[in-house]
């Protein structure tokens, strides 16, 4: 018997929720960060860019165009994993043109999962001066699958996956669509 693989898909965000898990993000982050005048978001490259630009252009409109520094970081030579990869890893790009010395730095990305990606930020983060302090932003917390002790400032949604299970954000930016899906895959015969 020949076994067959099929995605099983379960949408965990709608593009209104998307927009609505946004938006609080935000004011969560004006409560703590005020007028942005000393917090800067980077993005963690690539998908956690999207992230960084869309809260960050959503501040400026609520902050009545108040400017909202933000930047991406590439954190590909940072990873534990890099050269254990069968495929040659291509490294994005960093655009960080701004100092994070006594900076309120606020990481963004777009899925939470073993932290792994959070340690290598922080690494690379130190290139760039010392920050006053570092936060975390993702979209979405797979909260039971940490291998490093790394928890989140904010959460746009908290789900339970199991490891075989993969959580997809899609970007208008990108997929032209904004929406969150856990796809899990099912064996049958």
Known sequence: ???????????????????????????????????????????????????????????????KGRLVVNGNLDITFFRDDFRRREQVIVPSSTDIDF??????????????????????????????????????LVFIDRKFSREIPIEPNYVGKAIDSIMSEKVRVLWNETDGTDEVWLNSKEVSS
């Open 1 to 63: 018997m020949s076994e067959l693989r099929n995605m099983s898909s379960r949408q965990i965000l709608t593009p209104r929720n998307f927009a609505i898990t946004i938006d609080r993000l935000c004011y969560q982050l004006i409560e703590n960060h005020g007028d942005f005048s000393n917090s800067v978001i980077i993005g963690l490259q690539p998908r956690g860019a999207y992230l960084s630009k869309r809260i960050a252009s959503r501040l400026e409109e609520i902050l």
């Open 99 to 136: 100092v994070v010395e006594n900076k309120k730095v606020i990481l963004a990305d777009d899925v939470l999962y073993t932290g792994r990606s959070v340690r290598a930020a922080m690494d690379a983060l130190q290139s760039f001066g010392r920050p006053l302090k570092v936060e975390l």
